[in-house]
């Protein structure tokens, strides 16, 4: 069964150090997102992505914040300047016209 | 503000039992309402209703929708130990955006 595959699963990086984190939607899926969630809360919304931009954001996503679809594959998200508040699972998901979304298995962050 | 309220937040059965978990929403411009189970990591998908008094089955698993009084229920018959998780309900609106409760923590001993 087709899957959304996240890299890294876990990723330990210090404070105020650049971070990307790695996403390959399913492969005929045409909106992508990126969701958090930190530990022991709700998951939260952070971005959607369509047509090579982005189509809406949270209050969350900010400046620190930047997504892109480099090539036909990846999904990627970018946080700039990591702060201690941003440690989180971060989910990237997918779907095609009407259907469910899919979420893949996670991009477990630590910032120290 | 978006609000979804699953209850009861946790509870404990035993193997064979049902359960019945409940989401109530207020979200504007609703499409539809999701159900997840999540376990260690990833939100798996199980059900999308967008209709209605429309009962969805995926074996022991049944969820429905009611649009006016802005609730859905998931239902899981014959409890089995790998049922524990937590169950997250998210209504769907505006561009696709979920809108996730807090989940409801079932834990099925044997």
């Known amino acids: 069964e087709p899957e959304v595959t996240q890299t890294p699963s876990h990723q330990v990086t210090q404070m105020g150090q650049e971070v990307i984190l790695r996403c390959v939607p399913i492969?005929?899926?045409?909106?992508f997102y990126w969701y958090r969630q930190i530990l022991g809360q709700k998951v939260e919304f952070l971005v959607s992505?369509?047509?090579?931009?982005?189509?809406?954001k949270s209050e969350i996503f900010d400046d620190q914040f930047s997504v892109e679809r480099p090539d036909g594959s990846n999904f990627t998200l970018k946080i700039r300047s990591t702060k201690l508040e941003d440690s989180a699972m971060y989910f990237c998901?997918?779907?095609?016209?009407?259907?469910?979304?899919?979420f893949g298995e996670g991009s477990w962050l630590t910032v120290v | 503000e978006d609000k979804v309220v699953q209850s009861p937040l946790s509870l404990v059965v035993h193997e064979g039992d049902t359960v019945t978990l409940n989401c109530s929403y207020e979200?504007?411009?609703?499409?539809?309402l999701l159900w997840y189970k999540q376990e260690k990591k990833a939100p798996t998908f199980l059900f999308m209703l967008?209709?209605?008094?429309i009962e969805k089955k995926s074996g022991r698993l049944s969820s429905i929708l009611d649009k006016k009084e802005l609730f859905s229920i998931l239902n899981i018959t014959a409890t089995q130990t790998g049922d524990s998780a937590v169950y997250l309900c998210?209504?769907?609106?505006?561009?696709?955006?979920?809108?996730f409760g807090k989940g409801n923590q079932v834990v099925v001993i044997p």
């Open positions: 992505f369509y047509n090579n931009e982005i189509s809406e």
């Open positions: 979200v504007t411009n609703f499409r539809s």
């Open positions: 492969s005929n899926h045409l909106y």
């Open positions: 998901a997918s779907r095609t016209d009407g259907n469910a979304i899919y």
């Open positions: 998210a209504p769907n609106y505006g561009n696709n955006r979920l809108a």
């Open positions: 967008t209709s209605s008094g």
